[in-house]
Structures are given as structure tokens and as C-alpha cells.
């Protein structure tokens, strides 16, 4: 058990690097998009001299801010500089645009860069640390551009070849809406995004370049399936799950938010059968009519993808919408009208989904299996308890809602607890940020429990507080008493 609980732990790290790099670049994806969607010479406004901007950004902007905000990721700003500079040897040395090679020596780079510094840097005399910084990174950047030029660019660009070979011979054997059975379980296990902008965006943008839209940027980001579940609750649902799941449609519809239909899919595991079904139902009905955006649409919200759709596709994104909201809504409303009477609360979904995903945060799972013995663990526990509790609200100024992007559920976790203190009368400043951005004088970081590991890293002398959904989280509400 404490096994698969690890190996999940590491896959949604993993997941969470990925979708780190893509997600604070997402509005220069966007920008692209427009560009192309309006001035290429099957645009809606043709024009020769700014069709010339397309090219150049998805060559060289895009993957540099990838391989810059990779590097930042692993050792923030000189990791980054590094990282650009290396990314610039892999897209040199291939013919392709290098968005999985940005995706590996942004990182790669940042993290040598780091191991150099944790090696010579307390060694540096005073007077001579700007020297230290300028030239170790220089020199850093140098080799790995130049290794990156006649080794890695050429390898990267082979893999990326297999990698995009594999789709297109999925996509012309008919088999991509088949991905649903692996895209809708993974989405709720809160890797969404690092399938979308992580495995899906870099390949799709790719194929967008080429034929001017991409059927990948859909498999995500549709809203059908999620749309379905939730108006299913809204007839057929009981107690708080049905009088919340209008409120949440409209979250989810038309605000992209689709992290807030996951606990009503974890209430009854079955209606992951409705999501898969409107998956593959959407993606087939985007399949059979030629549906494709022209950029990555974040979030994935109706308005967001009908910006990026394609001049000739709204038809077809709009039947795979529809088509995939009624099957999932049909599915579910089966589920849900033979199901027992004594169906499960909203909040006790809640719970399942912490048992599900694993209770404690990240921190206090590590704490508890390194420990030996079930004494060590309680105490281990209490103390983990007892810190958290470490500032008085006379202390606490500031209180920061984290995430990848620093936007989507941290900022409607912002939001509700904005509101739970204005109805409480309580007067501390709330806010949302990126994991990478998170101000030094935060007293209390609120994280998703999967990242909290990465927020302690960032800012270890915040009070840290994990959750398990950013939505419904009865952690809220402990702030507010603890306050009044």
C-alpha cells in the first residue's frame, strides 16, 4: 500500500513539472494561436508581413520560455538562464520545433546548475561572488549548448518524430478516442494538466504548425463529459450534491474550472463510466467532422476553446460538446437513478477522495513511513499537527493559495475563503499564486497536498497548510474559527 501510494506520489510530481513548464506560458501559446489564426493566408485577416511573427515563435519563443521556466522550476532564476541557453543548442540542432527538448535541458540544466552552486559557491572569497555567478553560469550555458547542438538536439528530435508518428497512426487508424479510457480516470486523479499541456499541447501545437489545427488540444479539454455528470447530480442527485451541482456546471462550463466535478465522479467510482463514454464520444464526433483548435485552449472552458477553434471547425467542436455532454449525462443518470437510497454526501466524497489519494499531505506520508515503530508515528504525527498550528492570527498577514499556473483552483480556492472571511468579519489579506512565485513574506501557503512538498522547498518558514480539493475543503472553515 505505502508503495503504491509513493509510486502515485511520484507520478504526480512528475505530472506537476510538466504541466509547471507549459502552464505560466500558456498566454504566449495563446498568442501564437491568434497570430496564426488570423494571419496566415487561410486566416481570417491574411497578411503577409505578420504571418511572418508565426514562425520564428513556435521555433524559438515558445520552447526558450519552456526551457527557461523548466530551469526556474529546479533552481529559480539562474537555473532559468541556464535553461534558455541550453534550449537554444536543441533548437539549433533540429529541424523541428523542440518543445520535448525544451521539456528536458530546461530542467536538466537548471538542476547542474544547481549541483555547480551547492559545490563552489560557500567556497567563493568575498568580493569575487558576481564573478563566481557570471562565469560558472556562462561557461555551464556554453557546454551544454554546444552538447545539446550535435548530441541531444538530433536524439530528441528522433524520439519527438517516434512520439508524433505514434499519434498520427492512432488518429488515422480511428483509435484516439480510445485515449478517453486513459485521459478521463487520469483527470481525476489531478493529473489533468500534465496530460494536457504537458504530453498533449507540445505535440498538438506541432501538428497545428503544419495543418493549421490540432484534434489533441480537444481530448482534455472538453467540457462535455464533466458538464454531463454534474447536470445529471442537478435531476437526479440527492442532498448537497444535487442543490451544488448547477452552481458547479456553471464552474465548469463556462469557467474551465473541471477540477470541480472530480468529487462528484469520487462519490461513485461507476460514473467513471459516463466520463470515459463522453470522452470517446466527443473525440469520435471531433474525429468524424474535422474538428481542431488552433492553439491550446486553458483553461478549458467553452469561451476558451471557441477563441482557439479552428475557422472551419465550429460545427464540429460544438457537436463533440454537445454529444459528449448528452453521453455522459445519460450514462451517469443511469448510474444515478439505480443506485442504493442511501447515497453519499458531498463532504463524504470529500473523504473519499483523501483516502483515495492518500490522507496526510506529502510531507507527513514521508515522515510516517520513515519512522519506525506506530509510537514514533503518533508522535512524529502530533508534532506535524502542532506545527502547523505555530502562529497566532495576531501573526498571520497574508495568506497565499498555491498551485502550478497560480491560477484555475487555487484562485477559486482564494475566492471561497475571500468570502468565508468577509461573512466572518475577518480582516487578512488572501491571494493566488504560482508554486514558483509564492512572496517570501507569506505566513500561511494553502497547497494542494501534492505540492505542498515543493511549497515547503520554496518558502519553509511559512505555515503550510495542505488540502485535498481546493473547492470543498473543510479546512476553510477551521481558518475562519481559528480567526474569530
Known amino acids: 500500500m505505502a508503495e503504491n501510494k509513493g509510486f502515485r506520489a511520484k507520478v504526480q510530481r512528475f505530472g506537476s513539472y510538466l504541466s509547471g513548464m507549459i502552464m505560466p506560458n500558456i498566454g504566449a501559446f495563446i498568442a501564437w494561436g491568434i497570430i496564426t489564426a488570423l494571419f496566415i493566408p487561410d486566416g481570417w485577416l491574411p497578411n503577409e508581413d505578420l504571418a511572418t511573427l508565426v514562425d520564428p515563435m513556435i521555433k524559438y519563443l515558445l520552447p526558450l520560455l519552456i526551457g527557461f521556466t523548466g530551469g526556474r522550476i529546479v533552481h529559480d532564476l539562474r537555473g532559468g538562464i541556464v535553461g534558455a541557453t541550453a534550449t537554444m543548442g536543441v533548437i539549433v540542432g533540429a529541424d523541428i520545433p523542440m518543445f520535448l527538448g525544451a521539456m528536458i535541458m530546461g530542467p536538466f540544466a537548471g538542476y547542474l546548475m544547481k549541483k555547480v552552486d551547492q559545490l563552489f559557491q560557500d567556497k567563493i572569497r568575498s568580493g569575487f561572488e558576481m564573478l563566481y555567478n557570471n562565469f560558472s553560469a556562462g561557461i555551464l550555458s556554453a557546454i551544454l549548448a554546444v552538447v545539446a547542438v550535435k548530441l541531444i538536439g538530433p536524439v530528441v528530435e528522433s524520439l519527438n518524430n517516434i512520439l508524433a508518428a505514434g499519434v498520427e497512426m492512432i488518429i488515422n487508424a480511428g483509435l484516439l478516442p480510445l485515449a478517453n479510457i486513459i485521459i478521463e480516470p487520469a483527470k481525476i486523479l489531478f493529473l489533468n494538466n500534465a ?40 435531476i437526479f442527485g440527492k442532498g448537497m450534491s444535487k442543490s451544488s451541482a448547477p452552481g458547479a456546471a456553471v464552474i465548469q462550463f463556462l469557467g474551465g474550472i473541471h477540477e470541480i466535478y472530480f468529487p462528484y465522479v469520487l462519490m461513485k467510482p461507476k460514473l467513471l463510466l459516463a466520463v470515459i463514454g463522453g470522452g470517446i464520444s466527443g473525440v469520435f464526433t471531433f474525429q468524424i467532422f474535422g474538428a481542431g483548435l488552433v492553439a491550446p485552449a486553458s483553461p478549458g472552458s467553452i469561451f476558451a476553446i471557441y477563441a482557439m477553434t479552428a475557422q472551419d471547425s465550429y460545427l464540429a467542436v460544438t457537436l463533440g460538446v454537445l454529444v459528449a455532454a448528452a453521453v455522459s449525462f445519460l450514462i451517469a443518470a443511469l448510474i444515478l437513478k439505480t443506485s442504493k437510497s442511501d447515497d453519499e454526501d ?54 497565499i493559495f498555491a498551485c502550478d499556473a497560480g491560477m484555475g483552483s487555487s484562485a477559486m480556492g482564494s475566492s471561497l475563503l475571500k468570502n468565508k472571511f468577509k461573512k466572518a468579519g475577518v480582516d487578512v489579506f488572501v491571494t493566488n499564486k504560482a508554486i514558483n512565485e509564492i512572496p517570501e513574506d507569506a505566513d500561511i501557503v494553502i497547497t494542494h497536498k501534492d505540492l505542498t512538498e515543493r511549497a515547503k522547498i520554496k518558502i519553509p518558514t511559512a505555515e503550510h497548510i495542505s488540502v485535498e480539493n481546493f473547492l470543498n475543503s473543510p479546512k476553510y472553515d477551521e481558518l475562519v474559527e481559528r480567526f474569530k
Open 346 to 399: 458531498l463532504s463524504e466524497a470529500t473523504g473519499k477522495m483523501e483516502e483515495m489519494k492518500g490522507k496526510k499531505s506529502v510531507v507527513a506520508e514521508s515522515l510516517h513511513y520513515n519512522n519506525k515503530g506506530a509510537n514514533a508515528d503518533i508522535e512524529t504525527e502530533n508534532q506535524l499537527e502542532a506545527t502547523v498550528a505555530n502562529k497566532s492570527p495576531e501573526e498571520i498577514n497574508k495568506i
Open 195 to 234: 496530460i494536457n499541456h504537458g504530453i498533449l499541447s507540445p505535440i498538438g501545437v506541432e501538428q497545428a504548425s503544419e495543418a493549421g489545427k490540432s484534434i489533441l488540444f480537444l481530448l482534455e479539454a472538453n467540457p462535455g463529459p464533466g458538464l454531463g455528470i454534474l447536470l445529471a447530480f442537478a
